[in-house]
């Protein structure tokens, strides 16, 4: 019985890669060890979230209305409150960091507060961390106008405030940094595996001098190309199901979309990423340059202008459009749609759209730089 000659080499060059990547110990970390050390890391160690705020409190004049209102910064997860007896004793923890905001109440702030005069109450928050300082004054000011509703209604007070606001979050009702950046794990575990390990496949066999026994052989481009993304392919599929399941049954991450949508984007990424790495192998030809080549342009570019962690539309204009030439930014935009909204087809099909432009920009630069030839 005869054999295709073409698939019986494809196999051949298959099999080698596979046992390469056996044989090494770094692929098997790097594929499997990292993917679990991430997810404990953004899933337990990084938080977005504000949280146990240390905030001092200062009361002038104590009566019911200012212990009423410092119990509910007590009584808020958001805080954790200091009391001072004097404005400068909190303003010098303040500059010393040894708290994050104060809450000045100042002499006649009861008499004021339901007069036609207005009760000031004065705030200071440590602004070197302007996200932090953002997050402080809106929890500040969420918790005090709370306060103000529930005590008008003990005191049978009117409160001529024109609007009401009747919040309700969609997609996060826990509002939890942690639902929003493991799914962005996803897509930097996978960079890491398609373009970190593949950018070392060629630059590998110059290192070691087998290059020249594979240029001898009858292997075509699209064969070459081929055998060495296979191994890698299907190693990087076998990470996505893992780091899913894991997000899924250890940090509680609802999954509400597809997972057939999941496994053909994460596909189409995971082809994406092994094209960039294997571009990067071709044209370095050395396995150092190779692997800081790939994480100055595929892994810190995944990282920060992904919308992984840092939002995209509050970058300047010309980081936006540097955006659009990173495949990382589409599939975590279809990550989050699939775990946290479910299956919301304008983000689906048009950043699968735009993996897949990639998918032939790259794929195309890879064929044409793959040439069997010792210079």
């Known amino acids: 019985m005869s ?27 790097l594929a499997f060890v990292l993917p679990i ?9 990084v938080s977005l979230d504000a949280r146990n705020i240390p905030l001092g409190i200062v009361v002038e004049q104590p009566d019911a209305a200012t212990q009423s209102l410092s119990g509910s910064f007590e009584q808020s997860y958001y805080f954790s409150p200091h009391y001072f ?50 997050l402080t004054l809106g929890y500040i000011q969420g918790t005090w106008q709370d306060w103000l509703y529930r005590y008008a209604r003990v005191q049978g007070v009117k409160l001529n405030i024109p609007i009401e606001a009747e919040p309700r ?60 993304i296979i191994p890698y392919f299907v190693l990087g599929m076998g990470s996505l199901a893992a780091t899913v399941i894991l997000a899924i049954w250890l940090f509680d991450v609802p999954f509400i979309g597809s997972v057939g949508i999941l496994l053909v984007t994460g596909a189409l990424f ?26 100055v342009i595929s892994f810190l570019p995944a990282f920060i202008l992904s919308g992984f962690v840092f939002d995209i539309h509050s970058m300047p204009a010309a980081i936006q459009v540097i955006t659009h030439i990173v495949p990382a930014r589409y599939f975590v935009a279809i990550l989050q749609s699939l775990f946290l909204a479910g299956n919301i087809w304008p983000i689906i099909l048009t950043n699968t759209a735009e993996l897949l ?7 195309r630069l890879v064929a044409k730089k793959t040439r069997k030839r010792l210079e």
């Not at 050390?37 to 160690?45: D, E, N």
């Not at 303003?91 to 002499?107: D, N, P, V």
């Not at 070392?200 to 026994?213: I, N, P, Q």
């Open 357 to 363: 432009i990639l998918l032939l920009i790259f794929s």
């Open 85 to 134: 007896q004097t404005i400068q004793q909190a303003e010098t923890a303040l500059k010393f960091h040894q708290i994050q905001g104060i809450i000045w109440l100042k002499q006649n702030f009861a008499r004021q507060l339901f007069s036609h005069t207005q009760a000031v109450i004065g705030v200071r928050v440590n602004g070197v961390d302007s996200n932090q300082a953002n």
């Open 169 to 228: 979050v969609w997609f996060n009702p826990a509002v939890s940094s942690r639902m929003f950046l493991i799914p962005g794990v996803v897509a930097i575990i996978m960079t890491i595996i398609g373009s970190l390990l593949t950018a070392m496949v060629v630059a590998r066999e110059w290192d070691r001098g087998t290059m020249e026994a594979l240029l001898v052989t009858p292997l075509s481009n699209i064969e070459f190309i081929a055998g060495k």
């Open 3 to 29: 054999h295709n000659p073409r698939l019986q080499r494809l196999k051949g060059l298959v099999r080698k890669e596979t046992l390469q990547i056996i044989r090494d110990p770094s692929s098997i970390a």
């Open 37 to 45: 050390i991430l997810l404990f890391l953004f899933g337990y160690g």
């Open 270 to 295: 995971m082809l994406v990423s092994l094209a960039v790495g294997l571009l990067i192998s071709v044209l370095s030809k050395n396995q150092f340059v190779a692997g800081q080549v790939a994480i």
